[in-house]
């Protein structure tokens, strides 16, 4: 006798994990749970458009520092671009995290409310007001951790209606579509900002600015530390992202030497007789073109006496042969420039280069001035920096002091010199120190 088929044998159960449908986590829906939404947009429009934000190096960040890390960055990332949403995409417009890859958001783009409005003449510049709207949030963001310089892949595609194709195809199709042009996009903005970075370099396009060094106990200014941007509306005009990037496409020498030669270039306008702290690269002490007799007739050209010249070697890259720098050094010692050691507290190896080439001037890093007043681990290292300093006949520098009770507490550390916001921001003038902070 034949076995009787029941209705229930047509089905499987089975478990669905909860962000199938709904990001509880990031408060944000997959293209499951809205896919019919999309679909009615595809086939009442005869096509769809979507824009992607991909964030690779999330992927980076969770294998370094842990999931906790990536989860609270995740988060960060999510409200930057629900923040943009509100503010650049309509209401309607369709805002979801991929189910595949949560580091890739997408946002499906509904129908114009008029008839004349073009979509599609308007696609390419809703991408690019996205990439510029979360470019610096997101460097800012993840430059902490990954120390380079990062963009997320703003990628943007369409897909015409095929009554011969499964509408699913075709959504899969737009959205592989739109994370390989973010892709390209990506590669091609890399490469536009290697060649603008060279064409600034080529045409010596760097701004010069001063900030005062100032006696920690009198406030009287001992010096000034020159400082380099790019030019005024480019993405060059903020340092951290001007040197990031150079050193991303291995041109860290050449805008380094120009960056000196440009300071030493606005010096000679300035009648001063204060010291002038020049930043310098490990690398470029080595320069040939920059050493011996020429800097000689450079400095009685500009009128600035070499023994009020420091340079302030950032030491982010390691010395290899302490040796060889020393015998580089000595070039510059037998004129009378001092050097400064740079970055002091900020990670690297800091014992061994100041034991190894006893600077005259230690700068302490911001990071370990930062909060120093509520920080007694910080202010322990800081107290063993003096007194490390005066066994070695070297003078501490505090930068980037910008409260009074950073100052009040390494003035009471008896840290020689401070610089920062609080006394005076960078300049294109030697501007006295402002001393309203003591009201």
């Known amino acids: 006798m034949k076995k009787k088929h029941s209705k229930e044998q047509d089905f499987i159960s089975a478990p ?50 842990g999931s906790m890390v990536y989860n609270d960055l995740l988060v960060r990332v999510t409200n930057i671009l629900k923040k943009i949403k509100k503010k650049e995409f309509r209401g309607r417009d369709i805002f979801l995290v991929d189910l595949r890859d949560v580091d890739t958001f997408i946002i499906f783009l509904s129908p114009p409310r008029k008839d004349e409005t073009r979509l599609l003449d308007h696609l390419e510049v809703i991408a690019e007001k996205t990439r510029v709207n979360i470019e610096n949030e997101m460097f800012n963001l993840f430059f902490p951790y990954c120390k380079e310089y990062t963009r997320p892949a703003i990628g943007y595609a369409l897909v015409i209606n095929n009554p011969m194709i499964n509408n699913m195809r075709l959504i899969m199709q737009v959205l592989n579509n739109s994370i390989k042009m973010g892709e390209f996009m990506s590669l091609k903005l890399d490469y536009s900002s290697n060649y603008h970075l060279q064409k600034i370099i080529i045409e010596e396009s760097i701004r010069t600015v001063f900030q005062p060094i100032v006696d920690m106990q009198t406030l009287d200014v001992i010096g000034y530390e020159t400082l380099s941007r790019g030019p005024e509306g480019s993405e060059f005009v903020s340092p951290l992202i001007l040197f990031t990037l150079a050193s991303k496409f291995g041109l860290s020498f050449e805008l380094d030497s120009i960056c000196r030669k440009q300071a030493f270039e606005a010096v000679r306008h300035l009648n001063t007789d204060k010291k002038i702290f020049v930043n310098t690269l490990t690398m470029t002490i080595h320069d040939p073109e920059f050493r011996g007799a020429y800097l000689e007739e450079l400095f009685e050209d500009i009128k600035i006496k070499p023994e009020n010249v420091v340079f302030e070697i950032n030491e982010k890259l390691a010395i290899d042969n302490y040796d060889l720098f020393r ?14 050691s740079d970055d002091i507290g900020s990670g690297y190896a800091d014992l061994e280069r100041i034991l190894e080439l006893n600077p005259g001037y230690m700068k302490v890093d911001i990071s370990m001035v930062r909060d120093i007043d509520k920080s007694f681990i910080r202010q322990q290292m800081v107290k063993a920096m003096v007194t490390l300093a005066k066994s070695l006949g070297s003078l501490i520098i505090a930068e980037g002091i910008e409260t009074k009770a950073e100052y009040e507490k390494l003035k009471e550390l008896e840290v020689t010199y401070g610089q920062g916001y609080l006394f005076g921001k960078p300049s294109h003038k030697l501007e006295p120190v402002n001393k309203d902070f003591l009201d």
């Open 327 to 340: 015998n580089a050094l000595k070039d510059y010692r037998d004129i009378g420039i001092v050097h400064a």
């Open 16 to 65: 669905i994990h909860k962000d199938f449908y709904f990001n509880n986590y990031l408060e944000i829906p997959t293209v499951i749970k809205e896919y019919p939404e999309v679909e009615d947009i595809l086939t009442r429009s005869r096509f769809i458009a979507c824009i992607t934000v991909q964030v690779a190096q999330l992927h980076a960040i969770e294998y370094q520092y």
